[in-house]
């Protein structure tokens, strides 16, 4: 086996707290997932630019700056001689506002083998080859590397696992809520909601349509919904559905998640589905997350 011509680390902080910065510079070698970086930095409300020129750098982030928006951009070797003048552009930023050096890098094999699998060229291009250009580029990459303040081993991560790394690391405290979940109510005998990430099917309960003063009513008036809450089965259900979703959320989220569609469903959509996507509703805003309800077959 070829021995390592270099060594990798991934340095994360030890502390929980997560990274707060106006900008977060990505940078590192082709092919170790600067993309995959950046476009989790976007879900999480970052402005996002892919390969600023370093002339421009300081000019952006002073207009993100005053416009109050965080802001991540990539750069890397397509800029060419002008990735020399990054270190001192850099620190000169860190003067001024809080600025953060996202350093990407995996082995050589693993980077090889990514230009493989996409057959894309090496953006040093020329007659060498692409182990050549890889050892080349993370050469000219040293004195950047040496500025990064967050160093992450792509070599055994999947996207989501770095995405994953990315949310863990910069995610606000105060917006680890963040995601929209539209809790739905509908009738199997229209069929399942096509945008359903999470089914539910709720027609175990007893079914208010066969009480002749219910028929006309739907579950959102009083009196059905207190004939559906009377079984003990209904409680429990709620109960057990709201913890596993309060415990399901959260995972979501760290996946980069925006939002999140639950869908209820009974016969008709009229009664258990409408009163159950309701009680769902309000435990998740109660437990601090953004919630839409609607009943797509109520008036059917």
């Not at 950047?144 to 910069?170: C, Q, W, Y």
């Not at 008709?268 to 109660?286: M, P, Q, Y």
């Amino acid at each position: 086996m070829r021995k390592a011509t270099h060594q990798i680390s991934s340095v994360l902080p030890a502390d929980k707290a997560p990274l707060i910065a106006d900008l977060v510079v990505i940078t590192g070698t082709s092919g170790s997932g600067k993309q995959t970086a950046l476009k989790a930095f976007e879900d999480l409300g970052y402005y996002a630019v892919d390969n600023l020129p370093i002339a421009l750098l300081t000019k952006f982030a002073d207009l993100t700056h005053e416009s109050k928006k965080r802001a991540a951009v990539t750069i890397d070797i397509r800029e060419g001689e002008a990735l020399t003048e990054f270190p001192n552009t850099y620190n000169q930023l860190k003067k001024r506002l809080q600025a953060t050096l996202v350093f990407l890098d995996a082995e050589d094999d693993i980077l090889r083998r990514r230009f493989s699998e996409t057959r894309r060229p090496h953006p040093l291009g020329g007659e060498a080859t692409v182990l050549a250009s890889i050892r080349d580029e993370r050469e000219q990459l040293v004195p950047i590397r040496a500025l990064a303040d967050l160093s992450i081993d792509t070599s055994k991560l999947n996207v989501h696992e770095l995405r994953g790394i990315i949310s863990g690391k910069f995610h606000d405290r105060k917006d680890a809520n963040k995601i929209i979940i539209y809790v739905n109510s509908f009738g199997f005998r229209h069929g399942v909601p096509p945008d359903s990430d999470l089914v539910f099917d709720v027609r175990f309960l007893p079914n208010p349509n066969y009480i002749p003063e219910f028929k006309n009513l739907t579950g959102r008036h009083p009196n059905v919904a207190r004939y559906i809450r009377s079984f003990p089965q209904t409680g429990e259900f709620i109960d057990r559905i709201s913890d596993l979703l309060i415990y399901l959320l959260p995972h979501y989220i760290r996946e980069g998640k925006s939002y999140l569609t639950i869908s209820f469903g009974c016969t008709g959509g009229h009664h258990r589905s409408v009163f159950i996507a309701n009680e769902i509703n309000k435990r998740l805003k109660k437990a601090g997350f953004s919630v839409r309800e609607s009943h797509r077959d109520v008036s059917r």
